[in-house]
């Protein structure tokens, strides 16, 4: 209700086909979002020589997987986040990428909207001072034990679900990769999935800090603070389409807020912007906004938070 009516939506993008492993739930949702060709199989999908790229929102563990066949198939992908479940499995998908000569990219659409290419242009003109530190808490409540998101073996639990972001958006504000990482963990007794995890990532600048949670009240919050100032976002992640979004930049001057200026931007839709920037990539033969190259990094960054939380101690990220 969300990615495909906003690709829908998008200059450069047609959703012309929706796949399911059941036909009948393929034809259902087609109908209902006004796509042409529904598909009972993912395989039937595939082989439609009309389509050129595909969008693969399935869960975590089947990631890699479905994207290989896609490229395998001559289409451009588009993965949604985390790409995979190991590093090891994105470095697959990086070589079937080159050797199929496809474009793939990670669906972190958060890049894509014009408030955090914002953030990255202040912290880079140096209106903060130099950076010191990131702050994020990102969670929500979730108990149904049949949702993916609570399927340890699916790659479900907050760190691959929306531990991933404040990962990847520290990493992109940095413009640095952590060398080190420490991290608690708490695991469900019978998901087996973390349902409460904080962690430290060590940068050569500083530090960011984040918690992330799937039993917890909903939330999510980003803080960036360097030297002189810090800048805050008002909804980091899941930016409303229809609302205009506000970043606070705070000079620092005063504790109460005077030293506080607003940036507002207008309402914009981050997946219809991530399937058109996505799209040129695959037009203009050039990078997409999130590269298989960033994707590992990223990757070998939720590997040692994991490794963080069991051993008790600082863990490097090995890509």
Request: proline content about 6%; aromatic content about 8%; some cysteine.
């Amino acid at each position: 209700m969300k990615v495909i009516p906003a690709m829908q939506r998008g200059t450069m993008t047609e959703v012309a086909a929706i796949a399911s492993r059941d036909g009948a739930k393929a034809a259902e949702a087609a109908r209902g979002l006004g796509i042409a060709k529904a598909y009972g199989s993912y395989e039937e999908l595939l082989a439609d020589a009309d389509i050129d790229a595909v969008y693969n929102p399935l869960p975590n563990h089947l990631h890699v997987t479905w994207s290989i066949h896609a490229a395998e198939a001559g289409k451009h992908v588009l993965c949604e986040k985390p790409i995979g479940m190991t590093v090891a499995e994105t470095r697959e998908l990086i070589a079937a990428r080159d050797r199929t000569g496809v474009t793939m990219g990670e669906a972190f659409m958060v890049n894509c909207h014009p408030q955090w290419v914002r953030v990255v242009e202040l912290v880079r003109s140096g209106q903060v001072g130099p950076l010191r530190a990131a702050v994020c808490s990102y969670g929500y409540f979730k108990l149904d034990r049949g949702n993916i998101r609570n399927i340890r073996e699916y790659g479900g639990g907050g760190l691959m679900d929306v531990g991933c972001y404040p990962i990847h958006v520290s990493r992109l504000v940095f413009g640095e990769e952590p060398r080190r990482v420490a991290a608690a963990i708490v695991r469900d007794p019978d998901f087996g999935t973390d349902i409460l995890t904080s962690a430290i990532l060590e940068y050569p600048s500083g530090h960011c800090v984040f918690t992330c949670s799937t039993q917890i009240v909903g939330n999510q919050s980003m803080q960036f603070l360097g030297t002189k100032g810090k800048i805050e976002l008002e909804i980091p992640y899941n930016a409303m389409p229809e609302a205009v979004s506000r970043i606070r930049i705070d000079d620092g001057s005063d504790v109460q807020g005077a030293g506080v200026r607003v940036e507002e931007f207008a309402p914009a839709d981050q997946y219809t912007l991530q399937g058109d920037l996505f799209a040129r990539a695959v037009f203009e033969h050039t990078p997409p906004p999130v590269p298989l190259e960033d994707s590992v990094r990223n990757m070998a960054v939720i590997e040692a938070v994991f490794r963080a939380g069991e051993s008790g101690r600082w863990e490097e990220p090995i890509v």
